[in-house]
């Protein structure tokens, strides 16, 4: 007789070293888009801005100072040490209005795509779900409201409303709500033919475990993409609303405020435009370049093998 080689049974991975895994080959993949690295960076360090604003800031935002009036920045002649970035028209410190206006991005960025998720995501759910005349009627809705530029209905949405932050920042929810649900919509239309979503139907699943138990983790993906670049939209929508004077009012630090009460002073003080510009312009370039990396993380087809 001929000894048989033992056969070794297959190593099950327990859940813990599976998340470990997948944490691993998403951070693999997202490491490869240097610029994705260097956004989520810049992305870090603004969120810790908005955290620490109270022990940052050197001064107040909101109080004036007349005695230091459009104060240049520190390296400039006539500039101060107490002031680095300079002071607006009414002498309030330019640094310490920037860092608090972080804190208004991150809450503006943070419950405009919260709010828009969850709507779009029951309602794209509900429409490729059921299909039929309530996949139509909603989908309709979806048409009417993606046939109007985002930031002209906004502006309507905040005209009817009336301004303020809060009123902008559901304006903005609102506009966005038709992309998270459409994208939900298709991706549980891709995956209601599954075998394991007709497995679980077999089993006994209610519409609503089906929904949310069953299909929806398994789109969450390109979900979690369109959070990232929504949330960059999000902070520039509500920057050129505070701009136009339907979102956030004086003399809330809030940088497309800053920029409007700036606009009038741009010719002989230029940081009063500029620093609050860059802020905007880092912080949404930032937030779309580690967008990017998610996506090349999270969708297989552009994983390279």
């Known amino acids: 007789m001929?000894?048989?080689?033992?056969?070794?049974?297959?190593?099950?991975?327990?859940?813990?070293a599976i998340r470990r895994r997948m944490l691993a080959e998403f951070w693999f993949y997202f490491s490869q888009n240097r610029g994705a690295v260097v956004g989520l960076c810049v992305f870090v360090i603004l969120?810790?801005?908005?955290?620490?604003?109270?022990?940052?800031?050197?001064?107040?935002?909101?109080?004036?100072?007349?005695?230091?009036?459009?104060?240049?920045?520190?390296?400039?002649?006539?500039?101060?040490?107490?002031?680095?970035?300079?002071?607006?028209?009414?002498?309030?410190?330019?640094?310490?209005?920037?860092?608090?206006?972080?804190?208004?991005?991150?809450?503006?960025?943070?419950?405009?795509?919260?709010?828009?998720?969850?709507?779009?995501?029951?309602?794209g759910l509900l429409a490729g779900f059921f299909g039929g005349w309530v996949d139509s009627v909603i989908m309709r809705v979806m048409d009417v409201i993606l046939a109007f530029p985002s930031l002209l209905l906004a502006l309507v949405l905040v005209a009817v409303l009336g301004p303020g932050l809060t009123n902008a920042m559901i304006?903005?929810?609102?506009?966005?709500?038709?992309?998270?649900?459409?994208?939900?919509?298709?991706?549980?239309?891709?995956?209601?033919?599954?075998?394991?979503?007709?497995?679980?139907?077999?089993?006994?699943?209610?519409?609503?475990?089906?929904?949310?138990?069953?299909?929806?983790?398994?789109?969450?993906a390109p979900l979690i993409v369109q959070a990232t670049l929504s949330f960059s939209s999000a902070v520039l929508d509500s920057a050129a609303l505070g701009f136009l004077g339907m979102g956030a009012q004086p003399p809330s630090p809030e940088?497309?405020?800053?920029?409007?009460?700036?606009?009038?002073?741009?010719?002989?003080?230029?940081?009063?435009?500029?620093?609050?510009?860059?802020a905007i312009l880092i912080s949404v370039l930032a937030i779309n370049l580690m967008g990017d990396g998610l996506r090349d993380a999270l969708d297989p087809k552009l994983k390279r093998s």
Request: aromatic content about 10%; overall charge neutral; charged content about 15%.
């Open 2 to 16: 001929t000894d048989t080689p033992p056969t070794t049974a297959p190593v099950r991975l327990s859940d813990a």
């Open 171 to 220: 304006a903005i929810a609102i506009v966005y709500q038709p992309h998270f649900a459409r994208l939900t919509r298709a991706a549980v239309m891709s995956e209601m033919q599954r075998e394991y979503v007709i497995a679980a139907r077999v089993a006994g699943a209610g519409n609503l475990r089906l929904m949310f138990k069953t299909i929806l983790p398994n789109c969450l």
């Open 47 to 123: 969120v810790a801005v908005a955290v620490f604003a109270s022990i940052i800031a050197p001064h107040d935002p909101t109080a004036q100072n007349r005695e230091a009036l459009l104060v240049p920045p520190f390296w400039q002649e006539g500039g101060s040490a107490a002031y680095l970035l300079g002071t607006d028209a009414v002498g309030r410190d330019m640094l310490s209005r920037l860092v608090f206006g972080a804190q208004y991005s991150l809450f503006i960025g943070i419950v405009v795509v919260s709010i828009a998720l969850v709507g779009g995501i029951v309602i």
């Open 255 to 278: 940088w497309g405020t800053m920029l409007a009460e700036a606009r009038e002073f741009i010719l002989r003080a230029w940081w009063v435009v500029t620093f609050p510009g860059l």
